[in-house]
């Protein structure tokens, strides 16, 4: 089975701090995302990347980065957190094997709150 | 632009009767499409899909979805509900070629009375 990995399932942090959300998959899959869950609004793409060292911006990058060094790791990252940034991010990756059904494996998901 | 839209915000249904939860989407061609499903403090967890072929496709848990291409839906159903369903429902979309972002509908929140 496929595991998407998220290191940390709750964080708290303070407004202003460096935050790191990391995850890892175990299937060689070459898509990872990174999405936000908020009550009302659903899953929304913060960043998606295709392969190493490749990113995409999603439907709301503002304040958010990423970086992917390995092919099973991607990491999201808050450069100064802030109030409006706590919320449940979920991480998920996909394949690009034939065929090619954009099915998405998500992680448990990191919910973080900002004071 | 892509859209799927979830009408219901909330259901309730009573354990062991039936159930529908409603999807429509708005795609330029016809995308692939997904339902899954989130127990509460969890990720998100496939329970079928379609790609082509037989437009009624089988999942897991006893759920079943039918496509309908004329009205643009993809309703999720089951015939008879168990207090462990109650979860939240997101129907997704994506594209059949290129890259392989999903766009998701804001969820349904199915409450299962006894």
Same mark, same amino acid.
């Given at each position: 089975?496929?595991?998407?990995?998220? =290191?940390?399932?709750?964080?708290? @942090?303070?407004? %202003?701090?460096?935050?790191?959300?990391?995850? $890892?998959?175990?299937?060689?899959? !070459?898509?990872?995302?990174?999405?936000?869950?908020?009550?009302?609004?659903?899953?929304?793409?913060?960043?998606? =990347?295709?392969?190493?060292?490749? @990113?995409?911006k %999603?439907?709301?990058?503002?304040?958010?980065? $990423?970086?992917?060094?390995?092919? !099973?790791?991607?990491?999201?990252?808050?450069?100064?957190?802030?109030?409006?940034?706590?919320?449940?991010?979920?991480?998920?990756?996909?394949?690009?094997?034939?065929?090619?059904?954009?099915?998405?494996?998500?992680?448990?998901?990191?919910?973080l709150?900002?004071? | 632009?892509?859209?799927?839209?979830?009408?219901?915000?909330?259901?309730?249904?009573?354990?062991?009767?039936?159930?529908?939860?409603?999807?429509?989407?708005?795609?330029?061609?016809?995308?692939?499409?997904?339902?899954?499903?989130?127990?509460?403090?969890?990720?998100?967890?496939l329970l079928?899909?379609?790609?082509?072929?037989?437009t009624?496709?089988?999942?897991?848990?006893?759920?079943?979805?039918?496509?309908?291409?004329s009205?643009?839906?993809?309703?999720?159903?089951?015939?008879?509900?168990?207090?462990?369903?109650?979860?939240e429902?997101?129907?997704?979309?994506?594209?059949?070629?290129?890259?392989?972002?999903?766009?998701?509908?804001?969820g349904?929140?199915?409450?299962?009375?006894?």
């Open positions: 089975d496929v595991k998407v990995t998220q =290191s940390s399932r709750y964080l708290v @942090k303070r407004t %202003g701090e460096k935050v790191f959300l990391e995850c $890892v998959q175990d299937m060689d899959h !070459e898509n990872m995302f990174w999405y936000r869950q908020d009550p009302g609004l659903g899953l929304r793409l913060i960043y998606f =990347s295709y392969d190493v060292k490749m @990113k995409e %999603g439907d709301i990058p503002e304040g958010y980065s $990423v970086s992917r060094e390995k092919k !099973e790791r991607f990491s999201l990252i808050l450069e100064s957190a802030s109030t409006n940034q706590t919320s449940m991010y979920l991480c998920a990756s996909s394949s690009v094997g034939v065929p090619n059904t954009g099915e998405l494996f998500f992680g448990e998901g990191s919910r709150t900002v004071l | 632009a892509q859209s799927v839209t979830q009408p219901d915000i909330h259901i309730t249904v009573s354990e062991g009767a039936s159930l529908e939860l409603r999807c429509n989407y708005s795609y330029g061609a016809t995308p692939y499409l997904f339902w899954y499903v989130q127990s509460p403090g969890q990720g998100l967890q079928l899909k379609y790609f082509s072929g037989d009624l496709v089988q999942g897991i848990k006893g759920f079943e979805a039918e496509f309908k291409r009205q643009s839906s993809f309703n999720l159903r089951k015939p008879s509900v168990h207090w462990s369903d109650a979860a429902y997101f129907c997704a979309v994506g594209p059949r070629s290129g890259y392989s972002t999903l766009t998701f509908g804001k349904t929140m199915l409450l299962v009375s006894p």
